[in-house]
């Protein structure tokens, strides 16, 4: 499988952006790179995915390099609300279906 | 729509019994996969059904099997139960199985094996 490499933790202010990055130097011609977040205590979230291009939605931005072997997910005015474990996954479609493959995540803390 | 339900939500269990977790999708959606989450291992894949076909299997023992019903829903079964199997167990639903499609979490269930 595909590894995905994210930093352990990052910090952010409240209202400013934040840029979290991901590595997955192996990725497969056929692999969608999806973004999901975890708040404590709850099932991970979607947050956004792409394939090729670069990706926006209400949540949150996705920069994918022209080479796919790097992405970065953009938070455009970080809240408080958007302190979470960001897990950068790359989805698999093999001949017998699909799964999700989690990394370790980067912890966001949010500061007032 | 209402979103993918788990119960119990909490459990205890004593080594050595039996568990099973129940899963209800998302109304529409057809497959559902199975996560383990713990401290140390992260989150984990178990398994995925599709048509209550076993489409894809993580690397965990025989211990942990699963099943899934004509209407989607779907459980987990946990036998002789090891103190390493206090996790969280999540579900997801997605419409099918493609790589595409946004899986959607439920809360979980919180099992601890005393």
């Known amino acids: 499988d595909a590894k995905t490499t994210q930093p352990n933790s990052m910090e952010s202010n409240e209202e400013e952006p934040v840029h979290l990055p991901c590595n997955h130097s192996?990725?497969?011609?056929?692999?969608?790179i999806h973004w999901y977040r975890q708040l404590p205590s709850q099932g991970p979230e979607y947050v956004i995915h792409g394939l090729t291009s670069n990706v926006n939605n209400r949540m949150a931005s996705l920069a994918i390099a022209e080479d796919r072997k790097s992405s970065t997910l953009i938070l455009h005015r970080a809240t408080l609300r958007d302190a979470a474990v960001y897990y950068c996954i790359l989805r698999h479609q093999e001949t017998s279906g699909s799964r999700l493959t989690f990394g370790e995540g980067t912890q966001l803390t949010v500061n007032p | 729509k209402a979103g993918v339900t788990q119960t119990p939500r909490y459990l205890i269990k004593t080594r050595g019994q039996q568990v099973t977790l129940s899963c209800s999708p998302i109304s529409g959606h057809r497959s559902v996969s199975w996560y383990q989450q713990t401290p140390g291992q992260g989150l984990q894949f178990l398994f995925e059904y599709f048509s209550e076909t076993q489409r894809n299997k993580g690397n965990f023992p025989g211990r942990f099997s699963g099943r899934q019903f004509s209407n989607s829903r779907s459980e987990m079964n946990v036998s002789t139960l090891e103190l390493g199997d206090s996790a969280l167990y999540l579900c997801a639903s997605s419409p099918g199985a493609y790589s595409r499609e946004t899986q959607y979490f439920g809360p979980g269930t919180r099992l601890l094996v005393l």
């Open positions: 192996t990725i497969s011609g056929t692999d969608y």
